[in-house]
């Protein structure tokens, strides 16, 4: 057996994607919706900053999240969680999972942004509950990992009703939240354009978060529903963007593919 110190992903105690956007970089990832650790360790060998198990808006279950976060190791991409709801045991239990980052939809005001932080910080920061197997690195790093989970949190909460908007200064002002995230397509329903993430009403929207953010010191985040409105959004000062999920790569790619091959299909 080797005496050198033993090596895992479970066993550092930082986060690379909180890291590099204190660093002031631009981070892009993608969500998994797919629910395969097989997708998720294709995507983490193209090396997005960050992948996020979408259990919103996927099939995937707590054994999914888990094999997904797993396929990750070894790769400089940061594991993240969008929870279903704002729910103390859903929150604790992907966080539980190793989890790097945590993503609550639907948050808003500032009242659901206490809650998010609330279940999400040990003591005494929040009240999260002690159930840390795998996320210590089943136990190596107690008594340590406590504060060190508190510290490498990345928690995000979601803006995507007008009233979020309207209270996105109080969200913003909120301790323990580290970036706003716009979700346009709910966004654009709730003030009532759905399907159109772009225009005059969804533009005011997007800058009223923006200066929200840029007010109370904290990351500015948004889902890009194409790649020109990535960079558009990189250029307004978003810092945290979605350039897509891993269903829709798949389904334009093969799009692509197979309209490349229709003058060779047989009459």
């Not at 504060?147 to 209270?167: H, K």
Request: proline fraction near 4%.
């Amino acid at each position: 057996m080797s005496n050198d110190a033993p090596f895992h992903p479970l066993l550092n105690a930082g986060n690379p994607i909180k890291d590099k956007l204190a660093a002031g970089r631009t981070c892009f990832g993608l969500f998994l919706v797919s629910a395969s650790a097989l997708i998720a360790e294709c995507c983490a060998t193209r090396g997005p900053d960050w992948l996020l198990v979408d259990m919103e808006a996927s099939p995937a279950d707590r054994r999914d999240l888990i094999q997904m976060l797993q396929a990750l190791n070894g790769s400089h991409t940061a594991g993240m969680v969008r929870v279903a709801r704002n729910e103390r045991h859903l929150i604790e239990a992907a966080l539980d999972s190793g989890a790097q980052g945590l993503m609550v939809p639907k948050v808003d005001s500032a009242a659901d942004a206490r809650a998010v932080a609330n279940c999400a910080y040990y003591p005494p920061r929040g009240r999260r509950g002690v159930n840390p197997i795998r996320c210590s690195a089943y136990f190596s790093r107690l008594p340590d990992y406590f504060a060190e989970a508190n510290q490498s949190l990345l928690t995000i909460v979601q803006i995507e009703s007008a009233q979020a908007v309207a209270e996105a200064d109080d969200i913003a002002a909120v301790d323990g939240i580290d970036v706003l995230f716009i979700g346009c397509g709910d966004l654009a329903c709730d003030l009532g354009q759905a399907g159109q993430v772009t225009g005059a009403l969804m533009d005011a929207a997007i800058e009223q978060v923006l200066e929200a953010c840029h007010r109370h010191g904290k990351i500015a985040g948004i889902f890009a529903y194409s790649l020109e409105l990535a960079q558009r959004y990189a250029r307004q000062g978003f810092r945290f963007i979605a350039f897509g999920n891993d269903m829709k790569l798949l389904a334009q790619s093969l799009e692509q593919q197979m309209r490349s091959l229709e003058e060779f299909a047989s009459p």
